[in-house]
């Protein structure tokens, strides 16, 4: 089992930067963040596989940067030139059957409550 408990959602301007935190307990291989906005479906922005290897959505490549502590057990998404369309409640995902970082939710069986992440212009 793995459970996470993501934190560092807020309210922010358009241009700020947050990041986020995902404190993991229990072994896992692939590690992503998504991210849902009420009426669109559930978006794999970033995930990091158990070698470092890492994927980005186009949609944040270049502003976010996923990375991760191993010696806390702690995944972080440092987010940069936030946009009012990131605006969503953000996810931590995590599986122990796959080491490549996937953005499908399919490959991921656990799952944080989420941290709301509003960006206003």
């Known amino acids: 089992q793995v459970q996470l408990v993501e934190s560092g959602g807020d309210s922010v301007q358009a241009g700020e930067s947050l990041r986020l935190s995902c404190a993991a307990s229990?072994?896992?291989?692939?590690m992503a963040w998504f991210r849902r906005d009420p009426g669109k479906e559930r978006e794999g922005i970033a995930g990091?596989?158990?070698?470092?290897?890492?994927t980005y959505a186009d949609s944040v490549k270049g502003r976010f940067t996923i990375s991760k502590d191993y010696a806390k057990n702690t995944l972080y998404l440092q987010m940069d030139s936030l946009k009012p369309e990131d605006t969503a409640m953000y996810f931590c995902?995590?599986?122990?059957?796959?080491?490549?970082?996937?953005?499908?939710?399919?490959?991921?069986?656990?799952w944080g409550q989420g941290t709301q992440v509003t960006v206003s212009s």
């Open positions: 995902a995590a599986n122990r059957r796959t080491t490549y970082p996937y953005l499908e939710s399919e490959f991921y069986n656990y």
């Open positions: 229990g072994r896992a291989y692939a």
């Open positions: 990091i596989g158990d070698d470092g290897r890492t």
